[in-house]
């Protein structure tokens, strides 16, 4: 299923449906490290505010983080105390150092809560934003309507933003929700969606908060950010992103990209 659908990825049917422009010929991809073997199965990636970054492993992983280098180099190890990993999918970061670890992988939609680990920067406790999807009313749901997974966030101004990643084997639409960045129990619905015939794996916004990407099994997506406000309305370009099963990203600066799969490759998209 997922060789299928990467090598069947192109950015074509978004360039049809939703305007995106290609725009592979301004983007240089280069491998350029390893991860170590603690994160044998990245599935996402922020950086430290320092130089360097911390990633994760998936479901049933350490509740860990590593920090590496831009070559995978392990530095450092933090535990994130008052936790578990049921499914951490993806990873962020505030302007004021705080790191949220997204426990919201749903493969079998059938989580009636899913959680979200805020980590302050003033290494105080644990924090829990949790959260349920508001339209969800079986668990699990015919398969027809398998929306109910996500493994992608981002945060900007006080709010997290979180994309689906739909199986569906009909419903190709992600949805966008939008939840506080503080502790509470919230319902969510979504504020916008959009046609993409692929999975989305991660998320990330540039450091001027002017541009948000998709990372897809197969391509990366690129929305403008107009007036602050996070939605679908101007699609910027799209380029495919074939390496193995890429599940974590994170911008670097305004346009440049780092990138990691389960098959612990780092790369690094440069803007050209």
Not at 212 to 219: C, D, P
Not at 220 to 248: H, M, S, T, W, Y
């Amino acid at each position: 299923m997922f060789a299928i659908e990467t090598v069947l990825c192109t950015c074509n049917p978004d360039k049809r449906t939703n305007g995106f422009e290609k725009v592979k010929s301004h983007y240089k991809i280069s491998k350029i490290g390893k991860l170590p073997i603690v994160a044998n199965e990245s599935s996402g990636i922020a950086r430290t505010g320092k130089g360097t970054y911390w990633t994760h492993n998936d479901s049933g992983g350490k509740t860990e983080l590593y920090e590496i280098d831009s070559t995978g180099k392990l530095l450092s190890t933090k535990v994130i105390p008052n936790s578990q990993n049921t499914d951490w999918e993806d990873l962020t970061r505030d302007e004021t150092g705080n790191i949220y670890i997204g426990d919201f992988g749903n493969n079998g939609n059938s989580r009636r809560s899913l959680t979200i680990y805020k980590v302050p920067s003033s290494g105080t406790d644990t924090e829990e934003i949790m959260f349920n999807y508001a339209d969800q009313k079986e668990f699990p749901p015919s398969k027809d309507l398998f929306n109910f997974d996500c493994e992608a966030f981002f945060h900007h101004n006080d709010n997290l933003y979180l994309f689906s990643k739909n199986r569906s084997p009909k419903n190709h639409f992600v949805r966008l929700y939008k939840l506080p960045s503080q502790k509470g129990n919230y319902s969510i619905t979504p504020i916008d969606s959009i046609e993409i015939k692929t999975q989305v794996t991660s998320a990330d916004i540039s450091p001027d908060g002017k541009t948000f990407a998709l990372l897809t099994y197969g391509k990366i997506l690129l929305f403008e950010i107009d007036n602050g406000l996070i939605n679908f309305r101007k699609p910027k370009g799209c380029f495919r992103f074939v390496r193995k099963q890429a599940e974590a990203l994170t911008f670097v600066s305004n346009t440049d990209m780092i990138v990691t799969n389960e098959q612990q490759q780092i790369f690094r998209i440069t803007y050209r």
